[in-house]
């Protein structure tokens, strides 16, 4: 009897290694390497089957898409779930991603569409109690507790296919075909690719719920995010109501889009206008914050920049950001040292995106600079402008995509102007006033005219 092949898999990145290390070469994390035994596959003796070729050339025929109804949801998506498709969902524990799911699977029961939400972590007892809090117990979904891949296919083909299958979750799932414990990247690889399969044959939609790490990527082998046609992921701070659901990956859809929920006693509930709800509870008059007119997807979004700037004791000054890049931040500190002749060199620096978002584009180092000066000058910025702006390594303030409908938002919300570029060709709005501004220094000097006394030769070398 031939002995079974000895193989070593990294459960970070699904590197392979014929002998156990305890350091992943590939991705470098440590004591990561399990041992999975895999037998060898047997030989099959069946012939090939012949299929067809299309050309390239021929009619495009729209995709079908399933609207569950929840507008958050089918806009991240692209409008709906396509048939045959494979999502992928991840987020942090307890960020609400049942609970997401769940209220997408009654959704699609309302509208007459089978719906089938499989549980791998809770009983069938426990998703009851849950579908009954949220008030959805009287809804058509069928579920299930069942871990094996093999008896859930087996029992979702006797029957019409589900228009929508939820498996919460991928991790504890397992299949017959592979020799591995269940959770493990030969697991997770084999049962995802066992799903897509009958997602392909049969039609049917299926959403599957993914843990992350600790460093919020999805556990598992990364070439499940590559194998999916689309990888959502479920963001917010535990201590915030706001729950953000941003597509990192998506075929048949746009990936800048964003759906955003608040989380309520009674489950999810969307927000239609969230520019109004991040700016409800805002400091005004305070020195330090400052609100971005931003752009997520095809929607305006506009937020408040927090920051605070404190002479600090250290001998290196503490930068602290929550929700921008840090890397945008220091920058932007580099720029107002060398090009405006503010020093930060002795404070430390604390900024932050009030509501829990996090904004990826540059378009809000103007926002950030501005939070910034105020907060040094303790001079409180205007209570109903709004500040968008590239800034480059030069000092200049460069122009952002889509400033129009920027404006339009900060209008309707109620601004009355804007900070812009000066290389920014637009009008403003009828009844709205326009700040142009061509280099950083600029916007410093304007700012620190009204604050602190050691801030007004800003212009000098002296600051």
């Given at each position: ?115 089938v939400y499989i549980s791998g972590e809770e009983a069938v007892a426990q998703v009851r109690l849950r579908a009954e809090r949220l008030g959805l ?36 799932m397992w299949t017959q075909a592979v020799d591995a414990a269940p959770g493990t990247v030969t697991q997770v690889r084999g049962a995802a690719g ?220 109620g601004f009355a102007r804007a900070i812009v570029p000066e290389a920014a060709s637009l009008e403003a709005p009828s009844g709205f006033s326009l ?29």
């Open positions: 009897m031939a002995a079974r092949a000895q193989n070593f898999v990294c459960q970070n990145c699904g590197a392979s290694a014929a002998r156990w290390a305890g350091r992943c070469e590939a991705c470098g994390e440590w004591n990561t390497f399990v041992e999975e035994n895999a037998a060898a596959p047997a030989r099959s003796l069946r012939k090939g089957r012949l299929f067809a070729i299309e050309p390239l050339k021929g009619l495009a025929r729209p995709t079908p898409r399933l609207a569950s109804g929840i507008a958050e949801f089918d806009r991240v998506i692209g409008g709906g779930l396509v048939r045959g498709s494979v999502l992928l969902l991840g987020g942090d524990p307890g960020i609400g991603k049942s609970t997401l799911l769940i209220e997408v699977a009654a959704a699609f029961a309302r509208n007459g569409q089978r719906a117990a009287e809804a058509a979904v069928e579920t299930a507790a069942e871990t094996s891949i093999e008896d859930i296919v087996a029992t979702l083909s006797q029957g019409p296919a589900p228009s929508l299958l939820v498996i919460d979750s991928i991790q504890t066992e799903l897509i399969r009958f997602a392909k044959r049969t039609g049917a939609a299926v959403i599957l719920v993914g843990h992350v790490t600790k460093d919020g990527q999805i556990a598992g082998p990364r070439v499940v995010e590559h194998m999916v046609d689309a990888v959502l992921s479920f963001q917010g701070e535990g201590a915030q109501q706001f729950r953000i659901l941003r597509a990192i990956k998506n075929r048949f859809g746009p990936t800048d889009e964003i759906g955003v929920f608040e989380m309520t006693g009674a489950g999810l509930r969307e927000v239609a206008n969230p520019s109004e709800l991040f700016l409800s509870e805002r400091d005004l008059g305070s020195p330090g914050t400052a609100v971005f007119a931003g752009i997520e997807g095809t929607r305006p979004l506009l937020v408040e920049i927090q920051a605070l700037v404190a002479p600090t004791t250290l001998g290196t000054p503490r930068r602290a950001v929550v929700g921008w890049d840090p890397n945008r931040l220091s920058m932007v500190l580099a720029v107002l040292e060398a090009h405006c002749g503010v020093r930060l060199s002795g404070h430390d620096v604390y900024l932050n995106v009030a509501g829990g978002l996090r904004i990826q584009e540059p378009a809000a180092d103007v926002a950030a600079a501005a939070a910034l000066v105020s907060s040094l000058a303790r001079a409180p910025l205007p209570a109903d402008a709004v500040y968008l702006g590239e800034v480059s390594l030069s000092g200049a303030v460069r122009p952002v995509p889509q400033t129009a409908a920027r404006l339009k938002e900060s209008q309707k919300l700040v142009t501004i061509n280099a950083l220094a600029s916007l410093v000097v304007d700012i620190a005219r009204d604050g602190a006394p050691a801030l007004r030769r800003v212009g000098g070398q002296d600051t």
